[in-house]
C-alpha cells in the first residue's frame, strides 16, 4: 500500500487501488487517517455538572470561573499541580502528564511535565501562547487523575487556562487556537441538557469575515434544549488562524448539566 499523501483533488478524483481495503467512502475519513495533505482533524469536547446559578454565557467547563481565561499576548510561563497529594504517587494515580501549546510563534508545540503532588511544577516553555489540550502520559493502578490537576498561569492559581478533572485522563475543556498558517473549517457541533432545565447553546470564535477580533467571541450558530441532545448540526464555517474557538451557554435556572463537541477539518494555508 502507498502510504504517501494525497492532496484533497487527488483523493476527488483518483480511485486509488487500496481504498477497498480500508472500506474508505468519503473524504472526512481520508483526513482522519492522515491520508491527505495539509490536512487534520481538530476537535474538542467538553461539560459541565450541577451549575447553580444562571449567569450570562458559562463557558463549558468544570472549573469554577465562568469563563475561561485567555492568556496575555506577550506569552507566558505556565504551572501546574494537582489538588491532592496522592497525584504522583508512583502505583496508583497520575505520573505525567503532556501540553499541546502554540508557542510564541503561535506554531503547535508540546511538552511532557512530570507531576510534584500538590507542589506546582513550572513549564520549561515560557514563550506559551495558549493550551489547546493536555492529557495523562503515565498513569498507574488506577489510571486516572485522583483530583483535579490544573495548569494556569504563573504565580497566580486562580487563572486556570486549562484543566484534567478528578477521575479524569485528559482535558474536557472547548476552546482551541488555531496555529499560524492554518484554517478551521468547522464542520460539526453537538450540545445536550440533562436536568430539564432550558438552555441556549452558542458556538464562537474570535474572528467576522476572516478578520480577527481580540477578545470578542462572536456567534457562529446556535442551539436552544431542554432534557434532550441535538443530533450533529453542520456548520461549514471557516475561521481563521489565531483565531479561538469555544462554546458558551445560558441556562434559565440554576441547576443544570451540560455536555458539548465540535469537530472541523484543519487545513495548512499553501
Aim: net charge negative.
Amino acid at each position: 500500500m502507498d502510504n504517501k499523501k494525497l492532496t484533497p483533488q487527488q483523493i476527488l478524483n483518483e480511485s486509488y487501488n487500496w481504498k477497498w481495503w480500508l472500506n474508505i467512502t468519503d473524504i472526512m475519513t481520508d483526513i482522519a487517517l492522515w491520508n491527505v495533505a495539509w490536512q487534520s482533524i481538530m476537535s474538542a469536547i467538553w461539560e459541565r455538572i450541577t451549575v447553580w446559578d444562571t449567569a450570562n454565557w458559562e463557558d463549558v467547563w468544570r472549573w469554577v470561573a465562568t469563563t475561561i481565561p485567555v492568556p496575555s499576548p506577550l506569552w507566558e510561563q505556565m504551572s501546574i499541580a494537582s489538588s491532592d497529594a496522592q497525584d504522583t504517587d508512583w502505583w496508583t494515580w497520575v505520573r505525567t502528564i503532556i501540553i499541546h501549546y502554540l508557542d510564541s510563534a503561535w506554531v503547535e508545540n508540546e511538552e511532557v511535565i512530570t507531576m510534584n503532588w500538590t507542589t506546582e511544577v513550572d513549564t520549561v516553555a515560557t514563550d506559551i501562547m495558549f493550551v489547546n489540550d493536555f492529557h495523562t502520559v503515565t498513569v498507574w493502578s488506577n489510571w486516572v487523575a485522583e483530583w483535579d490537576i490544573d495548569i494556569y498561569q504563573k504565580w497566580d492559581n486562580t487563572r486556570v487556562y486549562n484543566m484534567l478533572e478528578q477521575w479524569g485522563n485528559k482535558s474536557l475543556v472547548p476552546n482551541r487556537m488555531i496555529p499560524a498558517w492554518k484554517t478551521l473549517v468547522l464542520k460539526w457541533w453537538h450540545c445536550s441538557e440533562a436536568r430539564d432545565k432550558r438552555t441556549i447553546f452558542r458556538i464562537r470564535s474570535t474572528d467576522h469575515y476572516w478578520v480577527i477580533v481580540p477578545w470578542v467571541f462572536l456567534f457562529k450558530d446556535t442551539a436552544y434544549l431542554r432534557k434532550n441532545a441535538t443530533w450533529e448540526l453542520s456548520l461549514n464555517v471557516s475561521c481563521p488562524a489565531l483565531s479561538i474557538v469555544k462554546v458558551s451557554a445560558w441556562g434559565e435556572q440554576a441547576d443544570w448539566e451540560w455536555s458539548c463537541g465540535w469537530w472541523g477539518v484543519l487545513t495548512d494555508n499553501v
